[in-house]
């Protein structure tokens, strides 16, 4: 591969489907993902596709291998490719300058069922049962929170305060009977959680603050903005596996927005994936102020930078861990599948859904 063309490839291995799994997946093989971080146009040639940096450098793709494509360069893509990109069930997602998560070319979906829409229609417009999917995101990601303040305080941070609060506004998700009351909760929980950040962040480069969006007002939120849209890109591109719509969301309100599903199974599993990768990033050196551009006025990385750190995301996403209640070990890749498997069995009337907590 020539390094030239700034075309990073990783392999995504997809595990093999539990034998009582209600979907039937027929691409068994290893799928890819590729991340394109140069500028330039993707074009179709006859059956094939390839990337052509503004300088005429190509690199071929191998379609039949790939499942989805994060373009973070300015990337131009012509109407031949995205027909090409249909018939091959491949995803492109679009990060702007800022290294913002921007939006989506969703391929007409494969697995859609009239069935399931109407089921998860029947679960938004029921508010009781909204209400219920909606405390199930909201429990399972505060838990993991916890686990990882737990994580940290045996390791020698100073965490019993916030861990003691954080406790105590997890026993009022019960209680809340609105949406609104439980998103009112959620942010509480968050913006403790996040100032705690300070306590097991070693670095003073990194110092948290407060949490700041678009922009990002210091080195320590663009990463975690950076990280975050990673994983809606990981959970929207898992749904595309499954019967569900990513329209329709519980704790996220479906309206214009393009997709909400992905965003309410991505609050588990960013502290449980993301933060916990943050930590160590920044605890081991792997990321230090120097990565960061902030000559245009935001904070972005680096291009260099910004390929280690997809590297390093991608490689935990590939880690195997093993779950007890499967009995097995899974990739945090296919974790996240799973935890869509089981939100299909609750919405179908099969089992009650339980949100994804850490077992360490």
Same mark, same amino acid.
């Given at each position: 591969?020539?390094?030239?063309?700034?075309?990073?490839?990783?392999?995504?291995? +997809?595990?093999?489907?539990?034998?009582?799994?209600?979907?039937?997946?027929?691409?068994?093989?290893?799928?890819?993902?590729?991340?394109?971080?140069?500028?330039?146009?993707?074009?179709?040639?006859?059956?094939?596709?390839?990337?052509?940096?503004?300088?005429?450098?190509?690199?071929?793709?191998?379609?039949?291998?790939?499942?989805?494509?994060?373009?973070?360069?300015?990337?131009?893509?012509?109407?031949?490719?995205?027909?090409?990109?249909?018939?091959?069930?491949?995803?492109?997602?679009?990060?702007?300058?800022?290294?913002?998560?921007?939006?989506?070319?969703?391929?007409?979906?494969?697995?859609?069922?009239?069935?399931?829409? #109407?089921?998860?229609?029947?679960?938004?417009?029921?508010?009781?049962?909204?209400?219920?999917?909606?405390?199930?995101?909201?429990?399972?990601?505060?838990?993991?929170?916890?686990?990882?303040?737990?994580?940290?305080?045996?390791?020698?941070?100073?965490?019993?305060?916030?861990?003691?609060?954080?406790?105590?506004?997890?026993?009022?998700?019960?209680?809340?009977?609105?949406?609104?009351?439980?998103?009112?909760?959620?942010?509480?929980?968050?913006?403790?959680?996040?100032?705690?950040?300070?306590?097991?962040?070693?670095?003073?480069?990194?110092?948290?603050?407060?949490?700041?969006?678009?922009?990002?007002?210091?080195?320590?939120?663009?990463?975690?903005?950076?990280?975050?849209?990673? +994983?809606?890109?990981?959970?929207?591109?898992?749904?595309?596996?499954?019967?569900?719509?990513?329209?329709?969301?519980? #704790?996220?309100?479906?309206?214009?927005?393009?997709?909400?599903?992905?965003?309410?199974?991505?609050?588990?599993?960013?502290?449980?994936?993301?933060?916990? #990768?943050?930590?160590?990033?920044?605890?081991?050196?792997?990321?230090?102020?120097?990565?960061?551009?902030?000559?245009?006025?935001?904070?972005?990385?680096?291009?260099?930078?910004?390929?280690?750190?997809?590297?390093?995301?991608?490689?935990?996403?590939?880690?195997?861990?093993?779950?007890?209640?499967?009995?097995?070990?899974?990739?945090?890749?296919?974790?996240?599948? #799973?935890?869509?498997?089981?939100?299909?069995?609750?919405?179908?009337?099969?089992?009650?859904?339980?949100?994804?907590?850490?077992?360490?």
């Amino acid at each position: 591969m020539s390094l030239s063309v700034r075309l990073f490839l990783t392999q995504r291995v +997809i595990f093999p489907f539990p034998e009582n799994c209600i979907i039937i997946f027929s691409n068994g093989i290893n799928r890819k993902s590729v991340y394109i971080f140069s500028s330039g146009e993707i074009k179709r040639k006859q059956n094939t596709v390839f990337f052509e940096t503004k300088t005429g450098k190509k690199k071929y793709l191998p379609v039949e291998n790939i499942s989805e494509i994060l373009l973070f360069g300015e990337v131009s893509v012509n109407k031949k490719a995205l027909e090409f990109f249909t018939q091959n069930e491949i995803i492109l997602h679009f990060f702007n300058y800022y290294d913002y998560y921007i939006g989506s070319y969703y391929p007409r979906e494969h697995y859609n069922s009239g069935y399931m829409i #109407l089921k998860q229609a029947e679960f938004y417009n029921d508010y009781g049962k909204r209400l219920e999917l909606a405390k199930a995101f909201v429990r399972g990601a505060s838990k993991n929170a916890i686990k990882n303040l737990k994580y940290h305080e045996v390791r020698g941070a100073e965490l019993s305060d916030s861990l003691d609060s954080l406790s105590d506004l997890s026993k009022l998700l019960d209680e809340v009977r609105t949406v609104d009351e439980l998103m009112a909760i959620e942010g509480n929980i968050k913006d403790i959680y996040y100032k705690s950040f300070d306590k097991i962040i070693k670095n003073s480069d990194f110092r948290f603050e407060k949490r700041t969006k678009r922009p990002p007002k210091n080195y320590i939120n663009s990463m975690i903005s950076f990280i975050n849209s990673l +994983i809606y890109t990981e959970v929207l591109s898992a749904i595309y596996k499954t019967h569900l719509d990513p329209r329709i969301g519980y #704790l996220h309100t479906t309206n214009f927005r393009r997709f909400t599903l992905n965003l309410d199974v991505a609050e588990i599993f960013k502290p449980a994936i993301g933060d916990r #990768l943050i930590f160590s990033l920044i605890n081991r050196g792997v990321v230090k102020k120097s990565d960061f551009d902030t000559r245009s006025g935001g904070i972005r990385f680096k291009e260099n930078a910004m390929k280690e750190i997809v590297k390093k995301y991608d490689d935990k996403m590939n880690t195997t861990i093993k779950v007890k209640s499967l009995k097995r070990k899974v990739s945090y890749r296919h974790l996240i599948l #799973l935890e869509l498997y089981k939100l299909e069995k609750h919405l179908m009337g099969e089992e009650p859904y339980e949100a994804f907590v850490m077992e360490w």
